[in-house]
């Protein structure tokens, strides 16, 4: 099934080019089945190209998903366009009586700020405890998932001395974990950020379990079974240029930067990268939305009646 999205989403052209299938709302309501409610809240300065990730990746599923945009309130987007954000996102505020069947929490470039010093932080706690009794599953993201292991137990971060940046090899610790599903024993993943979360903070939390780690980077993946929430500290969902449009971008604005590992051929900038962790990003994804569709109920206002 395709995934809907309103046609005239800047994602909607973007996705069926690349062969994704999307639908509107006249054909998905002929369809006798309950799709599955998906949210994003988008954090991201570049609100648009994060929608096409991570409704590239929710849109492969074989099941229909209704995919619903959504930002904090009291924050104001600076690289995105007011009359986009009208259009298309409604504010946590205004979705927070709903349901969802899953629920993502992006990233944000503000990692090095502590918790308390981010301008939304109070509406994000909020928004944290609120998935519990609205959302079936919660996927965080990068500072989302610092951000969310941080508010449930207390796990602090740590400023690296230099951004972690690049393509790196990460181990598949759980086989058989449901996330897992098709997984190679070793695979590479986007890392991009300047904090990162310590093996030894987690393994003093009970009912945490370390699904994905790299020798060089720390920590990717994190579950938290009782909770139904995954933590993701890397990239899976970039594209194969985001990297590169990071490097340039800093480049270009005379911060300094190294030139991200393991990306560029031969490591060489004129040269394009390849995509080479595409296929475990959409594994990923679609063992989550399998795993949530094989649990959430049926009666989507059930969802949080078990907490």
């Known amino acids: 099934m395709p995934i809907k999205i309103p046609d005239t989403l800047p994602a909607f052209e973007t996705l069926v080019n690349e062969g994704v299938r999307v639908m509107t709302e006249t054909v998905a309501i ?20 994060t929608e096409v990730q991570m409704a590239r990746l929710v849109g492969a599923s074989p099941l229909q998903v209704e995919f619903s945009l959504i930002r904090v309130g009291n924050h ?3 690289n995105t366009s007011e009359e986009h954000l009208l259009a298309f996102y409604q504010t946590w505020e205004e979705v927070k009586h709903r349901k969802f069947d899953g629920f993502i929490i992006t990233g944000a470039p503000i990692e090095t700020l502590p918790y308390e010093d981010v301008t939304y932080w109070k509406e994000m706690q909020q928004i944290f405890d609120w998935t519990q009794t609205n959302v079936h599953s919660t996927m965080n993201v990068c500072w989302g998932a610092m951000a969310g292991i941080y508010h449930f137990h207390g796990v602090p971060k740590y400023e690296l001395k230099e951004k972690a940046f690049g393509i790196y090899r990460h181990k598949n610790l759980k086989p058989s974990s449901v996330y897992l599903n098709g997984f190679s024993d070793n695979f590479e993943i986007p890392v991009s950020r300047w904090t990162e979360v310590r093996r030894a903070d987690i393994e003093k939390i009970d009912g945490l379990e370390i699904l994905m780690e790299s020798s060089e980077m720390g920590i990717c993946l994190v ?13 899976v969902e970039y594209d194969s240029t985001s990297l590169s449009d990071e490097y340039f971008r800093d480049v270009n604005a005379g911060v300094p930067i190294k030139m991200p ?24 994804f679609g063992n989550w939305i399998n795993e949530i569709y094989q649990t959430t109920s049926y009666d989507i206002e059930e969802i949080g009646k078990d907490i």
């Open 30 to 49: 002929r369809q006798d089945i309950r799709p599955l409610q998906i949210g994003l809240l988008n954090l991201m300065p570049n609100k648009i190209k």
């Open 261 to 284: 590992q393991n990306y560029f051929p031969h490591n060489d900038p004129t040269l394009a990268p390849q995509n080479r962790w595409r296929s475990h990003a959409h594994l990923l």
């Open 223 to 235: 579950h938290e079974p009782k909770g139904r929430r995954l933590y993701i500290f890397n990239h």
């Open 76 to 78: 104001k987007a600076k």
